[in-house]
């Protein structure tokens, strides 16, 4: 089923080259893919997993609520951190290796979250995991875009993407079944389990041709991250795109961070509607990354993401004046479609953008810095519903994926069907 909706076509894999280059599919496609994409479900679990248990920590190791927004910052500083460390590392040493590296040290420091007692262990657990995190989307993302055939390479990494909400899904889960029984302590020890799975399959891959190719002839490309700044088209492209994570990741962290917050205090929500919401949403998210890379591939990337960002700014401007539960559960499905589908094309559009041998770095610098950016989107939407309404506050949300066009449009070329090299 997923064969078919990658290639639209029939499930049968013809045997071929192991090369992005190509048009045929193998074995080895399918691998890279399952495992780029459970390791992004870490992310998505790891996000959900702390917004979900914070309150049980607060009270079991007696946090005051600035102590506790502190973890959750150290580990957004973390996987930032980690993810420029590790985008480079990947050009530098191999794409496989360093997947295999952060993913160790992300499943360990999350299992011993498990075990911390006090605020230090918790703050050191939560920063160090966050370092091995913030690897998983570039790494995975260039993995994926380097093996898969151009002709279905934002397919590909589109589902690399709905990793993350299948993350958010599991982390729900745990919240609903096993932290009431055992204690929060047990949303960490699941999250091991998966990260340990995507570290093993890593295992057994090899290293893509095109970095194998460019590492074989020795030339001196100098330090990775220069390449992302060598003219001023790759500096105008570079800001471009960063403009466009950093609104992506600035409206995914406000929404998913105070949109239940609106629904329960503004308009009076119970738990288990603002629940229905939230995996409604999710389910809209992940919808919307599938089309998003189907259109990508067959429109190309700068129609299909304007077509998504000014859908957003609607979207976005029409939801939050609603206050008909009804109106709200039905235009969620549409809020996640559009606002999250855009993280279908995020890993085609950055890959093909850079050399070989700065293309895992400026993957991770270009994302990692939007989600730095974005990180600051709870805090700006709380400041603002201090003077107004957190419904108008979110409303103005809108205007961002304006900026987000507009970025695109100046800045950003097409890429459809690029070779990589």
């Given at each position: 089923?997923?064969?078919?909706?990658?290639?639209?076509?029939?499930?049968?894999?013809?045997?071929?080259?192991?090369?992005?280059?190509?048009?045929?599919?193998?074995?080895?496609?399918?691998?890279?893919?399952?495992?780029?994409?459970?390791?992004?479900?870490?992310?998505?679990?790891?996000?959900?997993?702390?917004?979900?248990?914070?309150?049980?920590?607060?009270?079991?190791?007696?946090?005051?609520?600035?102590?506790?927004?502190?973890?959750?910052?150290?580990?957004?500083?973390?996987?930032?951190?980690?993810?420029?460390?590790?985008?480079?590392?990947?050009?530098?040493?191999?794409?496989?290796?360093?997947?295999?590296?952060?993913?160790?040290?992300?499943?360990?420091?999350?299992?011993?979250?498990?075990?911390?007692?006090?605020?230090?262990?918790?703050?050191?657990?939560?920063?160090?995991?966050?370092?091995?995190?913030?690897?998983?989307?570039?790494?995975?993302?260039?993995?994926?875009?380097?093996?898969?055939?151009?002709?279905?390479?934002?397919?590909?990494?589109?589902?690399?993407?709905?990793?993350?909400?299948?993350?958010?899904?599991?982390?729900?889960?745990?919240?609903?079944?096993?932290?009431?029984?055992?204690?929060?302590?047990?949303?960490?020890?699941?999250?091991?389990?998966?990260?340990?799975?995507?570290?093993?399959?890593?295992?057994?891959?090899?290293?893509?041709?095109?970095?194998?190719?460019?590492?074989?002839?020795?030339?001196?490309?100098?330090?990775?991250?220069?390449?992302?700044?060598?003219?001023?088209?790759?500096?105008?492209?570079?800001?471009?795109?960063?403009?466009?994570?950093?609104?992506?990741?600035?409206?995914?962290?406000?929404?998913?961070?105070?949109?239940?917050?609106?629904?329960?205090?503004?308009?009076?929500?119970?738990?288990?509607k603002s629940l229905t919401w939230t995996l409604v949403t999710i389910v809209g998210?992940?919808?919307?990354?599938?089309?998003?890379?189907?259109?990508?591939?067959?429109?190309?990337?700068?129609?299909?993401?304007?077509?998504?960002?000014?859908?957003?700014?609607?979207?976005?401007?029409?939801?939050?004046?609603?206050?008909?539960?009804?109106?709200?559960?039905?235009?969620?499905?549409?809020?996640?479609?559009?606002?999250?589908?855009?993280?279908?094309?995020?890993?085609?559009?950055?890959?093909?953008?850079?050399?070989?041998?700065?293309?895992?770095?400026?993957?991770?610098?270009?994302?990692?810095?939007?989600?730095?950016?974005?990180?600051?989107?709870?805090?700006?939407?709380?400041?603002?519903?201090?003077?107004?309404?957190?419904?108008?506050?979110?409303?103005?949300?809108?205007?961002?994926?304006?900026?987000?066009?507009?970025?695109?449009?100046?800045?950003?070329?097409?890429?459809?069907?690029?070779?990589?090299?």
């Amino acid at each position: 089923m997923l064969d078919e909706l990658i290639r639209g076509g029939s499930p049968q894999l013809p045997q071929g080259v192991r090369s992005g280059n190509t048009e045929e599919l193998t074995g080895y496609h399918w691998k890279t893919l399952w495992a780029s994409m459970t390791g992004y479900a870490m992310d998505g679990l790891d996000l959900m997993v702390i917004s979900y248990v914070l309150g049980l920590i607060m009270k079991s190791l007696h946090l005051t609520p600035a102590e506790a927004g502190g973890v959750a910052t150290l580990t957004l500083m973390g996987a930032v951190l980690g993810g420029y460390a590790f985008g480079i590392l990947a050009d530098l040493y191999g794409r496989v290796k360093t997947f295999s590296l952060s993913i160790l040290i992300f499943a360990v420091f999350t299992g011993l979250t498990a075990l911390a007692t006090n605020l230090f262990w918790l703050d050191a657990t939560r920063f160090i995991a966050g370092i091995g995190l913030g690897g998983e989307f570039g790494i995975g993302m260039t993995l994926v875009s380097e093996v898969w055939p151009s002709k279905y390479r934002s397919r590909a990494t589109a589902v690399v993407a709905v990793g993350f909400q299948l993350g958010m899904i599991l982390a729900l889960l745990c919240a609903m079944f096993l932290v009431p029984r055992f204690g929060w302590q047990s949303a960490f020890l699941v999250g091991t389990l998966p990260a340990l799975f995507a570290w093993w399959s890593r295992r057994h891959l090899q290293e893509p041709p095109l970095w194998q190719q460019q590492t074989k002839s020795k030339k001196d490309e100098g330090f990775p991250l220069r390449q992302l700044f060598q003219s001023p088209r790759a500096t105008g492209t570079t800001l471009g795109l960063t403009i466009m994570t950093s609104v992506q990741n600035f409206g995914f962290y406000g929404i998913m961070t105070w949109l239940p917050t609106m629904l329960a205090k503004q308009l009076n929500f119970p738990f288990n509607k603002s629940l229905t919401w939230t995996l409604v949403t999710i389910v809209g998210m992940m919808v919307g990354i599938l089309v998003f890379g189907q259109l990508a591939d067959r429109w190309g990337r700068r129609p299909t993401y304007l077509v998504f960002q000014l859908g957003s700014a609607v979207i976005v401007w029409i939801f939050f004046h609603q206050v008909n539960p009804t109106s709200l559960l039905f235009l969620g499905f549409f809020l996640g479609f559009l606002v999250d589908g855009m993280m279908g094309g995020y890993g085609a559009i950055l890959a093909e953008h850079y050399p070989t041998h700065a293309r895992s770095t400026a993957e991770n610098f270009i994302f990692n810095t939007g989600r730095a950016v974005g990180g600051f989107g709870p805090f700006v939407i709380g400041t603002l519903a201090m003077t107004h309404s957190l419904s108008w506050a979110m409303g103005l949300l809108s205007g961002i994926y304006l900026l987000s066009a507009l970025a695109l449009l100046l800045l950003v070329p097409e890429t459809k069907g690029k070779v990589l090299a």
